[in-house]
């Protein structure tokens, strides 16, 4: 005998009911990747060596966080994670282009 599926609008349903009744693991873990991303982003932009410059990325970054900051949709979250790492290389690669700083090999 074959399970019943669920369908993925209820799946999802299901996950932001999760999270309505308190912070689970995945939660903590999406958390932690985040962050991540925000500090090797600001790490990252140490190496800028114009003031301005820096503080206009480390605005420009800062304000895409700040932008998603209340976001509940795991699904969102982890796409949004995706790009954020995308937009980080091409910022790397640009950034090793125009002023000679040093991309961190992985």
Same mark, same amino acid.
């Given at each position: 005998?074959?399970?019943p599926?669920? %369908?993925?609008?209820?799946?999802?349903?299901?996950?932001?009911?999760?999270?309505?009744d308190g912070?689970?693991?995945?939660f903590f873990i999406t958390r932690?990747?985040?962050l991540s991303l925000y500090r090797e982003i600001q790490r990252s932009l140490k190496g800028v060596k114009n003031p301005k410059d820096r503080q206009e990325l480390q605005a420009w970054a800062r304000s895409d966080f700040e932008h998603y900051r209340h976001e509940k949709? %795991?699904?969102?979250?982890?796409?949004?994670i995706s790009q954020g790492k995308h937009?980080?290389?091409a910022?790397?690669?640009n950034l090793s282009l125009s002023s000679g700083v040093a991309t961190p090999k992985k």
């Amino acid at each position: 005998m074959r399970a019943p599926t669920i %369908p993925a609008s209820l799946s999802r349903a299901s996950k932001r009911i999760q999270m309505q009744d308190g912070p689970n693991l995945e939660f903590f873990i999406t958390r932690a990747r985040v962050l991540s991303l925000y500090r090797e982003i600001q790490r990252s932009l140490k190496g800028v060596k114009n003031p301005k410059d820096r503080q206009e990325l480390q605005a420009w970054a800062r304000s895409d966080f700040e932008h998603y900051r209340h976001e509940k949709n %795991p699904d969102k979250i982890k796409s949004l994670i995706s790009q954020g790492k995308h937009q980080f290389h091409a910022l790397q690669t640009n950034l090793s282009l125009s002023s000679g700083v040093a991309t961190p090999k992985k």
